[in-house]
């Protein structure tokens, strides 16, 4: 796990609620890591606007977005053939971060992994 986050990056958040969304990001990442490469995590963050954005980059699987693309933070909605995916995850991660004023954005690739970015406002 690579994390590259400045150090006196500070934000407003309830701290609960933060921890359970790196928490679902980065078990996710573990929990869909492909079989055919050792699994690659990377936080990191960057300000855009009037946003700190926290990305949450992996090389695993990877969603179709084409497929999937409006179902991603769906309840109950999973994406790959993963016994213990509930399909809450995603879902409970969004309601979180839009909670707290930021929202989420995911880009993916089958095969390539996936980013996702939580833009938090400053």
Same mark, same amino acid.
Request: proline share 2%; charged share 25%; no cysteine.
């Given at each position: &796990?690579?994390?590259?986050?400045d150090?006196?990056?500070?934000?407003?958040v309830?701290p609960?609620?933060? *921890?359970?969304?790196l928490?679902?990001? %980065? +078990? =996710?990442a573990?929990? #869909?890591?492909?079989? *055919? /490469?050792?699994? /690659?995590? /990377?936080? +990191?963050? *960057?300000? *855009?606007?009037n946003?700190?954005?926290?990305?949450?980059?992996?090389?695993g699987l $990877?969603?179709?977005? %084409? /497929? #999937?693309?409006?179902?991603?933070?769906?309840m109950?909605? %999973?994406f790959?053939? =993963?016994?213990?995916?509930?399909?809450?995850g995603?879902?409970? %991660?969004k =309601?979180?971060?839009?909670? &707290? $004023?930021?929202?989420?954005?995911?880009?993916?690739?089958? $095969?390539? $992994? +996936?980013?996702?970015?939580?833009y &938090?406002p400053?």
């Amino acid at each position: &796990m690579i994390i590259d986050v400045d150090k006196d990056l500070e934000l407003k958040v309830i701290p609960a609620y933060w *921890e359970s969304v790196l928490l679902n990001l %980065t +078990s =996710n990442a573990l929990k #869909y890591r492909s079989p *055919e /490469r050792k699994a /690659r995590i /990377r936080i +990191s963050n *960057e300000r *855009e606007g009037n946003y700190q954005v926290l990305s949450v980059q992996d090389n695993g699987l $990877g969603i179709d977005l %084409t /497929r #999937y693309g409006d179902k991603i933070f769906g309840m109950y909605k %999973t994406f790959h053939q =993963n016994e213990d995916a509930r399909g809450i995850g995603l879902f409970i %991660t969004k =309601n979180q971060i839009e909670a &707290m $004023g930021g929202k989420i954005e995911l880009q993916s690739e089958v $095969g390539l $992994g +996936s980013q996702f970015k939580v833009y &938090m406002p400053i």
